[in-house]
């Protein structure tokens, strides 16, 4: 997945209304952050701190987060804190972290996480335009830990690969686009219109061949066979360490 800035993998999440409670941060709190200190329980708040220069102490289900994600790349050096369902809450106790970030709506209770440091929570979508949301997420970590200037490189740099890309889909035509990810031998999960990926196929006006149903996040898991009914369409199969399934 290499080269595709801001794509998102989540999958099987439960929106949930963000808690009040996540959102009552001032400028103290952000002052007595230690950079070098802060955990991420799930894997957009990953990509939001990497994205800002910031290496995450510790990171949830580290090996995955290598498989499904992969860009951009987590340094060996973080901790792995466990499951991003079921985070090891001792381990975290031991690690003191300064800050603790991670999907709103996702994992364990703040309440309960809050007992441990301080934290809050990001949005990865609104259902309607994800990118739109990483977007917003991103200026409110770099606010959160005083780094705008780093945000608004990244998304400068974000707009000048968009825009020098665009000349190699100018003469593509309108053929439609299949954007899945094999989950095992028998199941794809393909990207709908919600998906981050639809903005980005708008941006190149390249039409989604998939319109059928989506979760919140956009995606939907698919039998093989169901597929097989697209014929005069392009795919695209991001691989996740398992070429040897894709092959068979």
């Known amino acids: 997945m290499s080269g ?3 794509i998102s993998r989540r999958r099987l999440l439960t929106a949930m209304a963000l808690s009040p409670l996540l959102w009552q941060m001032n400028t103290a709190h952000a002052a007595a952050i230690d950079p070098n200190r802060i955990v991420a329980l799930e894997w957009l708040p990953v990509e939001l701190l990497l994205a800002l220069g910031i290496v995450p102490y510790g990171v ?18 973080v901790i792995d804190v466990g499951l991003r369902t ?8 031991e690690m003191k972290p300064s800050f603790m970030v991670w999907s709103a709506g996702y994992g364990p209770s703040p309440e309960m996480l809050a007992r441990i440091a301080p934290g809050r929570g990001f949005n990865f979508s609104d259902g309607k335009q994800p990118l739109a949301m ?17 945000a608004e490189t990244h998304l400068a740099q974000y707009e000048d690969f968009i825009r020098s890309m665009k000349p190699r889909f100018v003469k593509r035509g309108a053929r439609p686009l299949l954007l899945t ?3 095992d ?4 999960l393909v990207f709908g219109p919600n998906s981050l990926f639809q903005e980005i196929l708008d941006e190149y006006g390249i039409p989604n061949a998939w319109q059928g149903e989506t979760n919140f996040w956009g995606s939907t898991a698919v039998s093989i066979d169901r597929l ?15 070429s040897k399934d894709m092959d068979a």
Do not use: G
């Not at 580290?62 to 340094?75: C, K, Q």
């Not at 031998?185 to 794809?188: A, G, I, N, S, T």
């Not at 097989?228 to 398992?242: I, M, R, S, T, W």
């Open 181 to 183: 990810t094999l989950i």
């Open 4 to 6: 595709l800035p801001l």
């Open 86 to 93: 079921e985070p090891n809450l001792e381990l975290l106790t």
């Open 60 to 77: 949830a289900d580290t090996i995955n987060y290598r498989l499904w994600v992969s860009e951009p790349p987590l340094p060996d050096s």
């Open 185 to 188: 031998p028998r199941h794809m």
């Open 134 to 150: 990483a977007r917003k997420s991103l200026t409110e970590m770099a606010d959160l830990l005083n780094l705008q200037s780093a």
């Open 228 to 242: 097989a009914a697209y014929k005069d369409v392009d795919v695209l199969c991001f691989d996740h360490d398992n």
